[in-house]
Each structure stands twice: as structure tokens, then as C-alpha cells.
């Protein structure tokens, strides 16, 4: 199969995964099952015809509305059913469509719960990091056996990283953004590096634009999330990671 029809067959995946990860990210934290009961309108308890419930279309042609009632809908859904389709697709055209694409999705499929989850709720859940851990070595140790304790070490040294960072500035992050970075250095290896880089980058950034609008005092106060800025280094770990350490390794290191 050509590299274009793997990546079209990743992006329907993706867009169907991502219906399902809608449901994650609204129910998880809530305490509730992700499997039962079917999904329902929000506003009047209707549930949703299967004709209803096509990723990004039936949005798209309801015009953002309940069936039902007319409630709105939020344009979150459709959002994550496209950009999981996306990403999945991409993963396919930077990989190619071998086992390293396998890894790549999986760890997709991982950031953008964890990710809303946090932007959300201000938690990284367990019921997502800990499965993930698992499946991260497991996949390794079945799909790339020689990487797998390079990337065991990489896992242990993200979160070891993230957790003395944690404990010199404890209103920084918790304990679910130093397992997120152990999650990411396993399915990344030596990749997590640049992931992690990028990620305070990011953070740091948006932290000292909060402050330049609201002042330092204001600022400091204003709770962020750290798991979102983690995803995006992860996902530029993913698809340019291993350039960026290339080149890093060309230039210094050699």
C-alpha cells in the first residue's frame, strides 16, 4: 500500500478514534464509564442516532445543533474528530506506514486526552498515564526490541527531570505532568529531549505573556496547565525529533 492511502486510511481511523476520545476527555474525569451508556445530547438527555454521530459530518450538517432540541453543540468535537485525523494521517506521512507509525498513533492517541483533560480539569489522569506506560514498552519491546532500553532510560530520566523541577517550584506543576514526561520519554527515546525543551519553552512563554498582560503579581497567580505545552513538545518530539538530535549531535557533539 502507498504511503497516501495508509495516511487516508489513518485519517478515517483518526477521525472515528477521535469521536471516542471526545468521550473520554467529557466522561474520565467525571468518574463515569467511556463505554455505557451510548452518547446523548447534554442538554435534553436524547441519545445520538448513529446517522448523528459521523465525525465532523453530521456536526457539519446539523449546523452545530442537538437534533432534538436545537442545543448547540460545541465545536470541541468536531475539533478533536479532524485534528485526530490529522495528526494520524501526518504520523503516517513522517514515519511511513511501518511499525514506527504504529508507536506514533498510539502515542497520539495518548496527548490529546491528556491534553484537554488538563486544560479542563487541571489534572493528568492515572487511568490514562499508567495504560499508556505499559503500552509504551510493550509495543517497543515487540516493535523496535534493540531501542527498548534507550528508551527505558529515557523515560526514567524525563521524569526524573520533571520531578526535580517539581520540587523546586511545587506551584509549577504536579505529579500527573512528571509521569506525562516518563510516558513521553518511553515512547520517545532519545527524541524526548527536544520534546521536553520545546515543551518549557512553550510553557514559559504563554506563562510570561500572562504576566506582561495582567503584571507580575496578577500573573503569578494565574493557574496553567503544563500537560497541554508537554503534548505539543511530544508531538514535536514525534515528527522532528530525531532531525533536531541529528543535528544537535553533528554540530556539538562531534
Do not use: Q
Amino acid at each position: 500500500m502507498s504511503t497516501a492511502g495508509a495516511a487516508a486510511i489513518a485519517a478515517v481511523f483518526g477521525a472515528l478514534i477521535g469521536s471516542f476520545l471526545n468521550v473520554v476527555i467529557w466522561r474520565l474525569p467525571r468518574g463515569e464509564s467511556v463505554v455505557s451508556p451510548p452518547s446523548a445530547c447534554p442538554s435534553c438527555g436524547a441519545r445520538i442516532k448513529a446517522y448523528d454521530n459521523v465525525p465532523v459530518v453530521s456536526w457539519l450538517l446539523l449546523r452545530g445543533r442537538c437534533r432534538n432540541c436545537g442545543a448547540r453543540i460545541s465545536p470541541r468535537y468536531p475539533l478533536v474528530e479532524g485534528l485526530t485525523a490529522a495528526l494520524l494521517a501526518l504520523v503516517v506521512i513522517v514515519h511511513g506506514a511501518d511499525r514506527d507509525a504504529i508507536i506514533g498513533i498510539v502515542f497520539v492517541l495518548v496527548l490529546i486526552p491528556v491534553a484537554l483533560i488538563d486544560l479542563d480539569h487541571r489534572i493528568i489522569p492515572n487511568k490514562i498515564t499508567y495504560p499508556a506506560a505499559v503500552v509504551a514498552v510493550a509495543l517497543i519491546a515487540a516493535l523496535r526490541t534493540d531501542d527498548l532500553v534507550e528508551h527505558l532510560i529515557a523515560g526514567l530520566a524525563a521524569a526524573l527531570f520533571l520531578f526535580v523541577a517539581l520540587l523546586a517550584y511545587p506551584k509549577g506543576m504536579g505529579m500527573g505532568d512528571v509521569k506525562l514526561a516518563g510516558v513521553m520519554g518511553l515512547f520517545l527515546g532519545r527524541d524526548v529531549g527536544p520534546a521536553m525543551l520545546v515543551g518549557l519553552l512553550a510553557g514559559s512563554l504563554v506563562g510570561a505573556a500572562i504576566i506582561a498582560r495582567k503584571g507580575a503579581k496578577e500573573g503569578r497567580k494565574t493557574a496553567i496547565p503544563f500537560g497541554p505545552f508537554l503534548a505539543f513538545g511530544g508531538l514535536v518530539g514525534l515528527f522532528v525529533g530525531d532531525p533536531i538530535v541529528e543535528w544537535y549531535l553533528d554540530t556539538f557533539a562531534s
